[in-house]
């Protein structure tokens, strides 16, 4: 099993362009999510979804937008990138269960210019 | 609101020797509690988790964990530092809610000296 993976791995982008991030799991997990890394804050939520055709905003979801059209598969977009943006984004997945494990994916490192 | 902090963002300890790193959280009932190691360049991998009973909690690579609700803590230690520990740690308390959500601490970086 691959566990999350996550397409690509690095990306420059221009203010302005927009862009998509995949994320895929093969643990066939009801729970998906989507994080934000930056130096000294930890993790923060951006969106997650529960269940295929299910998305729901987290802790930073401003400028960002998801798609769970598949169960294995959940999508960010970016519309129209901002150097705000520039960050290192780590898809998780879960089972849905009490104990909300999650399994995480290698990261994206972006870089809005 | 749930939250967690990790008062120490660096720590240098010596190969051999013993680690501790702090975790604080705020949660209005009894929390799900994680240790997440991130190796550089890497994803984070869980290292423990805390749901109920036991509170001094086994992981992998030798790390253990102590619940202690009335200082709302969970700290994290190893009792030999390796070499190959050397990485960031994140602490993060989980909601019993819709969605399973995790909230995560700063991380605390961990160095080892030879």
């Known amino acids: 099993n691959a566990g999350v993976t996550q397409t690509p791995k690095f990306r420059v982008l221009k203010t302005g362009q927009s862009m998509t991030l995949l994320c895929a799991q093969d643990?066939?997990?009801?729970?998906m999510y989507w994080y934000r890394q930056d130096p000294g804050m930890g993790l923060r939520l951006i969106h997650y979804?529960?269940?295929?055709?299910?998305?729901a905003k987290g802790e930073v979801p401003d400028g960002y937008n998801v798609s769970r059209l598949k169960k294995q598969n959940f999508l960010l977009g970016l519309e129209s990138a901002a150097p705000s943006q520039t960050s290192v984004y780590f898809c998780?997945?879960?089972?849905?269960?009490?104990?909300?494990?999650?399994?995480f994916g290698p990261g994206t490192r972006l870089t809005v210019l | 609101a749930q939250s967690v902090t990790q008062p120490d963002i660096h720590i240098t300890v010596s190969e051999g020797a013993s680690l501790e790193l702090r975790c604080n959280y705020s949660y209005g009932a009894t929390p799900y509690l994680f240790w997440y190691v991130q190796s550089p360049g890497q994803g984070l991998q869980l290292l423990l988790k805390y749901f109920s009973g036991d509170t001094l909690v086994q992981g992998i690579k030798g790390f253990e964990a102590e619940f202690k609700r009335s200082q709302s803590s969970f700290n994290l230690r190893k009792p030999s530092v390796h070499w190959s520990d050397a990485a960031e740690y994140f602490c993060a308390v989980g909601a019993r809610a819709a969605g399973n959500k995790l909230t995560f601490g700063g991380g605390t970086r961990v160095l080892v000296k030879p």
């Open positions: 998780a997945s879960g089972p849905g269960l009490a104990y909300n494990e999650q399994f």
């Open positions: 643990m066939n997990h009801e729970y």
């Open positions: 979804s529960v269940g295929e055709g299910t998305t």
